[in-house]
């Protein structure tokens, strides 16, 4: 039996172990990566489906889980998100989610045979996370795609070639319903556009020029308003 001194000696090094800091996180542990590639996974499956309706269906689950759909849409109405009245805030929370969906659903229809590859790692930006990964179309051609999550590492954010903002061209395409109806000009745009994308036939099978993240290949979003570049590093609204 050990002395008194080597028992407390064991002791005290097990508890050292337990107190001594953990070393850098695996990729699995990475829990804003897991995320995102929640997501690729998703836009993956989503490739398989037939037409915007069927992979709008494949989305919707996983982009409710993993998208801050409340805070992307307040990042597109910017500082008039406060003057809305919250009874408006709901319904407006309520039609964008579907209306993303739709948008990404849309946007995939240009992606057959592209491949979605997530780094590892997860860089520190502000109070959230930044995940940088790539989609690489049919034709071999890649393209970068960064992803900012806020705190509870969903995706607030999604940026094309590190310069091209999800919210700044969600605040672009929502500039002259609000500017013209007001929350509830919003309301139907969202409504309206998200109709129109899941009636659209079946495109014809074409190279890949995008991926989930990227405006269409004339650059613009649906709604037909540039593109707006916005600083990687942009959070809040």
């Keep these: 039996m050990g002395t008194r001194r080597e028992t407390l000696r064991d002791i005290l090094g097990a508890g050292a172990l337990a107190l001594w800091p953990a070393g850098p996180a695996r990729a699995d542990d990475d829990a804003a990566v897991a995320t995102v590639r929640r997501m690729t996974d998703a836009f993956q499956e989503a490739l398989k489906a037939g037409d915007v309706r069927a992979r709008s269906a494949?989305?919707?689950?996983?982009?409710?889980?993993?998208?801050?759909?409340?805070?992307?849409?307040?990042?597109?109405?910017?500082?008039?998100?406060?003057?809305?009245?919250?009874?408006?805030?709901?319904?407006?929370?309520?039609?964008?989610?579907?209306?993303?969906?739709?948008?990404?659903?849309?946007?995939?229809?240009?992606?057959?045979?592209?491949?979605?590859?997530?780094?590892?790692?997860?860089?520190?930006?502000?109070?959230?996370?930044?995940?940088?990964?790539?989609?690489?179309?049919?034709?071999?051609?890649?393209?970068?795609?960064?992803?900012?999550?806020?705190?509870?590492?969903?995706?607030?954010?999604?940026?094309?070639?590190?310069?091209?903002?999800?919210?700044?061209?969600?605040?672009?395409?929502?500039?002259?319903?609000?500017?013209?109806?007001?929350?509830?000009?919003?309301?139907a745009h969202l409504r309206k556009t998200t109709e129109g994308m899941l009636a659209a036939a079946p495109a014809a099978a074409a190279p890949a020029t995008s991926g989930p993240g990227a405006a269409p290949a004339d650059g613009k979003p649906l709604d037909g308003k540039p593109a707006e570049k916005r600083p990687a590093t942009e959070t809040k609204p």
Excluded: C, H
């Design 58 to 187: 494949v989305l919707a689950g996983p982009m409710a889980q993993n998208f801050d759909l409340p805070a992307m849409l307040r990042l597109g109405v910017g500082t008039r998100w406060k003057d809305i009245p919250a009874d408006k805030q709901a319904a407006l929370i309520a039609a964008f989610g579907p209306y993303l969906t739709a948008t990404y659903a849309t946007r995939l229809s240009a992606a057959a045979g592209s491949r979605f590859e997530v780094q590892a790692k997860s860089e520190a930006r502000g109070s959230g996370r930044l995940v940088r990964s790539t989609v690489t179309d049919a034709s071999g051609d890649p393209s970068p795609v960064d992803y900012i999550l806020g705190p509870d590492n969903k995706i607030t954010d999604v940026y094309l070639q590190g310069t091209v903002s999800e919210a700044g061209t969600l605040r672009t395409g929502f500039t002259d319903p609000l500017r013209s109806g007001g929350p509830d000009g919003l309301l």
